[in-house]
């Protein structure tokens, strides 16, 4: 989420992200997968299967589709999803219209990655314990979370999100307990004007 739409979700509420998509209020929405996913994927191919929360129109969803058996992109707005199943299909992916806080039975422990892009920092930061946890229940025991975080190092101290910001302590802090850190590294290649404001993690659910 990038500032811009902002004023729209105070005045509005945080779960009415379909208002946004119907107004065309989309500027987190960049029409391409996230570079550094496309140059992670290169490297380490995505295996199994894979949910994408917050997935929009799943333009991550349909790069990581390339490589897993079976990718699920999760997103609360019938728009988004509707959106995203009127691109072409990749192989392997579906998408579904739900709340990543609430997940239906069948989804809690079935995945063996969870993909995270502009979800974290969209939500409000007192939730980001929930969503730390809707990580956890989402991964089978063993399950690995990449995660390109925006940081928005930059961020007047003032300045309300989302996007809201972070830093590598509070990350350390809110997932240190159901997660153990085996890469981290500043993106190569970003979406205009977020050069220096992402940080990559894999996280293995403990």
């Known amino acids: 989420?990038?500032?811009?739409?902002?004023?729209?979700?105070?005045?509005?509420?945080?779960?009415d992200w379909e208002e946004l998509y119907q107004a065309g209020e989309t500027r987190w929405e960049k029409g391409t997968p996230h570079p550094e996913l496309i140059?992670?994927?290169?490297?380490?191919?995505?295996r199994g299967r894979v949910l994408v929360p917050g997935c929009g129109f799943g333009h991550d969803v349909r790069?990581?589709?390339?490589?897993?058996?079976?990718?699920?992109?999760l997103d609360i707005a019938p728009s988004a999803i509707a959106g995203a199943k009127n691109h072409p299909s990749i192989g392997g992916e579906r998408y579904v219209r739900g709340d990543f806080f609430a997940l239906p039975a069948?989804?809690?422990?079935?995945?063996?990655?969870?993909?995270?892009?502009?979800?974290?920092?969209?939500?409000?930061?007192e939730r980001r314990d929930e969503y730390v946890a809707a990580v956890a229940g989402a991964l089978a025991p063993g399950g690995?979370?990449?995660?390109v975080f925006y940081m928005t190092p930059d961020m007047d101290p003032g300045e309300e999100g989302p996007p809201f910001g972070s830093t590598p302590e509070e990350l350390d802090g809110r997932f240190g307990g159901a997660f153990e850190t085996?890469?981290?590294?500043?993106?190569?290649?970003?979406?205009?004007?977020?050069?220096?404001?992402?940080?990559?993690?894999?996280?293995?659910?403990?």
């Open 63 to 73: 790069a990581v589709a390339a490589t897993a058996d079976e990718v699920v992109g």
């Open 106 to 125: 069948a989804m809690r422990g079935a995945f063996d990655w969870v993909f995270e892009h502009t979800c974290f920092c969209a939500i409000p930061p």
């Open 39 to 46: 140059a992670f994927l290169r490297r380490c191919p995505l």
């Open 144 to 147: 690995r979370l990449f995660a």
């Open 182 to 206: 085996v890469a981290e590294w500043t993106p190569t290649g970003t979406h205009p004007g977020r050069e220096g404001r992402e940080l990559c993690r894999v996280m293995i659910r403990k």
């Open 1 to 15: 989420m990038e500032r811009g739409a902002s004023e729209h979700l105070e005045a509005h509420g945080m779960s």
